[in-house]
């Protein structure tokens, strides 16, 4: 084995480098100055303990320096000591892919590089982020730890050694450290082949009744589409589109919601529609489902999946819980209830689901902003999601819209919106917040414009399984008849700041289930903006984005 010649190369603090929700993101620009990746990758490195000998999982969405950053990150890993290094081919790992093999293969952790859902290319985003060795985000105390090492930095390591090959599957050596390059696929594949009745699959889409399509956003899961819904299901190769990772998402913006998604939805409210549509976002954890002319909110999707998660092989046996982020609809705390089983309200963030799976608490999850998950990884799963609906549409035999408005029926209609109001002066921002903060003793017991507000707080969690605490993590109104509004700035972008503001009116009447939904919750829209001062305080008229 070649001796492990370290370099130690002197650097300096870099101001900036707190992770956020999923990691550090940041322009890629940014992540291009001399040691600006170094230092973070060095403060992870710093922050672990009895790693040495171990191994380390790393991979990304395929975006712009995803390539460059996974030769620095190798290079490091050898010289801090990690003895293995799986990297997916040609760099691709999704996230959800990169749990599971985090998993699988006992790995100590790993590192994912990823904006998720934010545009890439020269001048788009970057991230990474540090995942566990039980696949899932690390918690607050570890990103925390990292941030303090960025600041105090005085060196990184590293080794001199030419690039490794990313498309060639196999090992190969770095200054002692086995760096083996794995087919980017394979591992999630075969686990998400045990969890559903794919045979029942391949009959729905081999009866001629059903057409479907999936919006691949030039993103990370053309290739697990691809395998999965074309090669193991037998979907004609059409029904994948933008299948093709490209390193700018070809010019789009990776979010599948109805704005970003365009081309999907005009696909699904055409003439000549598909039964059922999807898509996913750049590293692949997040996902849209859009029947035939019928669009399903995340919030309904996870409530769905939890009512109907009987007739999927995997779940058949019962649901042990259900967890939600604060900001999601309570749609799935209905369905928890009817089933007799715990439903747990997190801050945002996969991070906070990872001690309640482990634990064994909950067996589904999701987020509003469009991220399903069970247990058999520790984050969100796009094509998880993507497969769950298709088991049940081919054990039902019934349209995506039916489905949801026989739920509806069952369970009452949680009408619910999110307005994400991006690139927001930072300072107009805060100030917005700052304001909501002053009001929180005196809003409660007031009527605004007829509406009676009966709580206002700032959403504070405490974990069920260690006790530790999160607060500052989002506002809450809470309106005497049920409704609510939460404002949350956002921890995932790059500029400037994101306010999103979430609207939710409970329905339970089935006659008034009909009703457009931005119509449904006009009053609550108009409110928001009167308690917190949008127009006012952003000089933003209207959202940038409405899901």
Partial sequence: MATRTVLTVPTQPIAGQRPGTSGLRKKVTVFEQPGYLENFVQSIFDSLEGFAGQTLVVGG???????????????????????????????????????????????????????????????????IKYNTGNGGPAPEKITEAIYAHTQKLGRYLTVDTPDIALGDIGECEVAGTKVIVIDSVADHAALLGTLFDFDAIRALLASGDFRLCFDAMHAVTGPYAHALIVKALGAPAASVVNGVPLSDFGGGHPDPNPTYAEELIQTMFGDDAPDFGAASDGDGDRNMIVGRRFIVTPSDSLAVLAANAHLVPAYAGGLKGLARSMPTSAAVDRVAAALGIACFETPTGWKFFGNLLDAGKITLCGEESAGTGADHVREKDGLWAVLFWLNILAVRRQSVEAIVREHWQRFGRNYYSRHDYEGVDSAAANGLMAHLHAQLASLPGQTIDGALIASADDFAYTDPVDGSV??????????ADGARIVFRLSGTGTEGATLRVYLERYEPDATQHAIETQQALAGLIALADRIAGIRERTGRTTPTVIT
Avoid at 92 to 101: E, F, G, H, N, W
Avoid at 473 to 478: D, E, L, N, V
């Fill in 470 to 479: 999160s607060t500052g993590q989002g506002i809450r109104i809470g309106l």
């Fill in 61 to 127: 969405d395929g975006r712009y320096y995803n390539d460059r950053a996974i030769q620095t990150i190798v290079r490091m890993a050898a010289a801090n000591g990690f003895g293995r290094v799986l990297v997916g081919q040609h760099g691709i790992l999704s996230t959800p892919a990169a749990s599971c093999v985090i998993r699988k293969h006992q790995a100590f952790g790993g590192i994912i590089l990823s904006a998720s859902h934010n545009p890439g290319g020269p001048e788009g985003d970057f991230g």
